[in-house]
């Protein structure tokens, strides 16, 4: 077994998060203790005695973090689908259909991307707006430009941010503008290959803060040749993959018509469907794909709001993960108008809740609804937490020794806060008025693999 690293902090106040699904588990008066590679070393719950002396002894040395009162511990939140480059299209051009919106609007503004100093100012600010919002662990989609994906890395890893990034594979002719593909299936092999040797030699990632990902856009915008390449890639290096799956009703049956079976199985037959593969949105997918997820331990992001602009479709998260299906909250920016993993978790319950009980008041109770279908509040949050981490097979998500120290605070006293927790409150309705009534202005301080990534505005102000 590894020798737990020497402990360099820890962490006293009360904590809730997830360990099961469905359920949350609070953590009162305890000490989370970390140990210099970011890992916790031990979680001493409850006001234990053992709590309590061991936090003198931390606090001794000047390497205790006391919360409030007023504050909470929460595992920072994993955003499963994200496009970095679309930053500067938040909560805009959300009114055409997906496959009209990627070539009006997506493409063009992704292909600036070519631009360096255009790539810094965007994904600075990016990086800095997820991790106000308590994104910890961030799945990005970057552009097809390996100067302006090697920044992303560089940043993420400078501010501290958990990431997992992909260079943009697309060289469909007829799917992708000409000022905006790769060149070939070689030429796009070839810059992923040099990303993924790019990220797995920085200086100050030796580990692996920074992960690169083998990202195919989606079948559509790819040729027969570079999904193979990539697959075959994926098997040399390890690597994680991501692409979008059966998003809507045109991307499920363009892949039908092009490849003679659906997106998933199409996948799996380039090699690009395994437990390190994460498939965006999967609103289409019939009960054999759903299937062949869950054989592959592949995961879902699962994107609420992005679904409601262009998925043309609710995906039955319970359903789903009654299958055993992984699965986490994507953000999907810009397809969803919000950085909020929060915010997403919140419209997953919602729109969990209108699958079940149906949208269309012209029809008699029993035909319009999808009975089961609704997630509680534990369930999103789990999503939001453990349930990313499992689905990237990272030890995130949760408090527990082995773990991966990756938390936010998250704070009551804010003269503009929506979130009224009251003393009593059981953690069930403690976490269900988080999921309600938390936001960013709650967010005070975030932690990375036991590292400040966002400090209090004090110390920002004084920064
Ligand atoms: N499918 C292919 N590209 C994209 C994208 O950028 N956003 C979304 N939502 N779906 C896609
Ligand atoms: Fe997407």
Redesign the pocket.
């Known amino acids: 077994m590894l020798k737990p690293a020497k402990p360099v902090r820890a962490f006293f106040g009360n904590a809730l998060h997830a360990p099961v699904r469905g359920q949350v588990e609070a953590l009162q008066q305890s000490l989370i203790v970390v140990g210099e590679d970011g890992r916790i070393t031990a979680v001493h719950s409850h006001g234990s005695g053992e709590a309590r002396r061991q936090a003198d002894q931390f606090a001794a040395r000047g390497e205790l973090v006391t919360l409030d009162p007023s504050q909470l511990l929460l595992p920072g939140f994993v955003d499963l689908h994200i496009?970095a480059p679309?930053w500067p299209q938040l909560g805009s051009a959300l009114d055409l259909p997906?496959e009209q919106?990627?070539q009006a609007h997506?493409f063009p503004l992704?292909a600036r991307y070519a631009d360096a100093e255009f790539a810094a100012g965007v994904y600075e600010s990016l990086v800095d707006g997820l991790l106000a919002n308590g994104t910890t662990t961030a799945l990005y989609?970057a552009t097809i430009h390996l100067p302006a994906t090697q920044l992303l890395a560089d940043i993420c890893l400078r501010r501290g941010q958990r990431a997992l990034i992909g260079r943009v594979a697309m060289d469909e002719p007829t799917q992708c503008p000409e000022n905006y593909r790769d060149e070939s299936a070689d030429s796009a092999e070839r810059d992923t290959r040099a990303f993924i040797a790019y990220v797995r030699s920085m200086p100050g990632n030796a580990a692996g803060l920074v992960r690169p990902v083998i990202t195919p856009?989606?079948i559509?915008?790819c040729s027969d040749e570079l999904l193979r390449r990539l697959g075959a890639l994926a098997a040399e290096t390890g690597c994680h993959v991501q692409t979008?799956c059966s998003?809507?009703d045109w991307?499920h049956g363009y892949v039908l018509k092009r490849c003679g079976v659906s997106d998933t199985a199409a996948l799996e037959g380039y090699g690009l469907l395994s437990r390190h593969t994460i498939l965006?949105?999967g609103n289409f997918i019939g009960a054999e794909d759903a299937e062949r997820i869950v054989q592959a331990g592949a995961g879902i992001a699962h994107?609420p709001l992005?679904n409601v602009y262009?998925s043309d479709a609710v995906f039955p998260v319970r359903r789903m993960l009654e299958r055993g299906m992984h699965v986490g909250l994507g953000t999907?920016i810009?397809?969803g108008a919000s950085p909020s993993i929060l915010e997403n978790a919140r419209q997953a319950v919602i729109a969990s809740r209108m699958l079940e009980a149906g949208v269309d008041p012209g029809l008699e109770r029993d035909e319009r609804r999808l009975p089961a279908s609704r997630i509680d509040a534990p369930t999103a949050f789990w999503l939001a937490t453990a349930g990313g981490g499992i689905a990237l097979d990272l030890p995130v998500g949760l408090f527990r020794e082995g773990y991966q120290f990756d938390a936010l605070v998250l704070d009551a006293d804010r003269p503009d806060s929506n979130w009224r927790p009251a003393a009593g409150d059981a953690p069930d309705a403690l976490l269900q008025k988080i999921i309600y009534g938390a936001g960013r202005t709650n967010i005070r301080e975030v932690w990375v693999a036991g590292r400040r990534a966002l400090a209090p505005e004090s110390a920002r102000a004084s920064k």
């Open positions: 496009h679309q997906l919106w990627l997506t992704e989609f856009r989606f559509p915008s979008h998003e809507s991307q965006a949105h994107c992005s262009f999907d810009a397809g």
